[in-house]
């Protein structure tokens, strides 16, 4: 039956290689592109700090809460509940995680004050790509089954971070100089979609292993400033392509989500 087809696609792909290498790129990239730039520059420190010492703030203190109180229930109520530290900081992690493109797509339509908006905009788009980097640190550290120090934590988390930057900076400015000197809507929609999927890979490669969210941000932003985007309508059909991809890979993303829960 429909159930049934449904149960045996859910459990013959790889979530988690789809939603992180193929999804989340084109869903990162997408609300790079759409974020106020000129806004940008000028909370830029005000978004720094929340999506960076913010995250970590929030992720340390709910993993605390979360280990003390799961093995406090251990104690006194039923066993088998407790779960490690290093665990407990991984399900914070991914409590950290935000909705960058509904957070987005909501202060298009609010009446907050510009800077506002792009502070919150931005927090939540870089929010992202913080909290996924962390969730991938903590992860290996923990699927290796090697104790943390911080030598090896800081230098997982400054590979993923200054490659990521390095990808995103390059793709972006590949893709900026092809998008100003060819022609063709055509065209300009497969040269950003050739961002996206040739920067993902390349983060992702097993020699490099940066983070591809964050390469992913870096190279929308870089790309929104070349001259193609900046003089484009809200009807260029580049424009309104990246519009549709947004919506249309959250909306594959739920369903995932769906078909993993059966």
Not at 195 to 209: F, K
Not at 210 to 234: D, F, K, N, Q, T
Request: charged content about 10%.
């Amino acid at each position: 039956g429909q159930f049934d087809i449904a149960t045996y696609g859910a459990h013959h792909y790889n979530f988690s290689q789809i939603v992180l290498n193929l999804l989340l790129p084109f869903i990162l990239f997408a609300a790079a592109m759409q974020i106020d730039l000129s806004g940008l520059a000028k909370s830029g420190p005000g978004i720094a700090y929340l999506s960076t010492i913010g995250v970590v703030i929030f992720v340390g203190i709910w993993g605390t809460l979360i280990w003390l109180v799961m093995n406090m229930i251990d104690r006194h109520i039923g066993p088998d509940i407790g779960i490690s530290f290093p665990a407990a900081i991984l399900f914070a992690t991914m409590m950290a995680s935000t909705d960058a493109a509904a957070v987005l797509s909501t202060m298009r339509h609010t009446v907050l004050p510009r800077q506002v908006r792009t502070l919150i905009a931005g927090e939540s788009l870089f929010n992202d790509v913080v909290s996924i980097v962390l969730f991938l640190t903590v992860l290996t550290f923990i699927a290796s089954g090697h104790e943390v120090n911080a030598a090896d934590a800081a230098w997982v988390l400054g590979k993923e971070i200054i490659g990521g930057l390095l990808i995103g900076f390059g793709g972006g400015l590949i893709g900026s100089y092809m998008l100003n000197t060819c022609k063709g809507y055509s065209t300009q929609v497969l040269v950003t979609v050739g961002v996206v999927l040739g920067g993902s890979v390349l983060a992702n490669a097993p020699m490099i292993n940066a983070s591809s969210p964050l390469a992913m941000v870096v190279a929308g932003i870089v790309v929104a400033r070349c001259r193609v985007y900046v003089e484009a309508s809200e009807q260029h059909p580049l424009v309104m392509f990246w519009r549709f991809a947004d919506n249309a890979m959250n909306g594959i993303l739920f369903l995932l989500i769906g078909l993993e829960l059966l």
